[in-house]
């Protein structure tokens, strides 16, 4: 099954907690909330302060996509704000082993994401620790960007390394994702679609998600 999972970062800020009710009402799984340091990325969004206050108002999977350096030091915090699933990048930080084993000490589910330029090869040495890779199909930093394309392949990649594990791990895509473009990376193997604009930028929210889940 298909998952959606729309990234507040395309949402009106000035009614977060509206917003937020639109896509739980609207259909979505999860909820994705990307967590920018001004350094690993060049733009600063938000920390576990918002996600704590977010919780209290929504049952969706809060998946957190941390695209800060050195994430080790931040996990605990994100894990006690109320994240479901905390994903770091590989080219974030030296200990990539490390700071899963700090995901799974508090009880989380792990992400593990690599950007448009890096070898999905990268990842075949954790897929016995995670439960979700993420591909992202823009360079990460600023929602509305344009997919891609090049990245099916990496997409494609890592959907045969998964099956060739035997292991339940969900294939994720960010970035520049729409109804339009969404058939291209379920086909290369995708299962948990983050969409901002595409969803967030929809007068029918409910029909949006439906179409990136059919
Ligand atoms: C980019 C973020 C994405 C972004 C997606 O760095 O990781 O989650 O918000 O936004 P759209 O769907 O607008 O490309
Ligand atoms: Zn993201």
Redesign the pocket.
Known sequence: MIKVSP?I??CDFANLQSEIKKVEDGGAQYL?I?V?DGIF?PNITLGPCIVSAIRKNSNLVFDV?L?ITDPIRYIDEFAKAGADLITIHVESTFDVNAAIDKIKANGKKVGLSIKPNTKPEIVKQYLDKVDLILV?T?E??????SFIPATLDSIRAIDTMIKESGKDIELEV????SPKNVQLVKDAGANVI?????VFGSSDIPGTIAQLMA
Do not use: C, E, T
């Open positions: 990234s970062l395309a994705h990307d920018m990325v996509h695209m992202m823009v990460p930093g600023f929602g509305g960007q960010d970035g520049g994702i983050v969409a901002g604009s595409a």
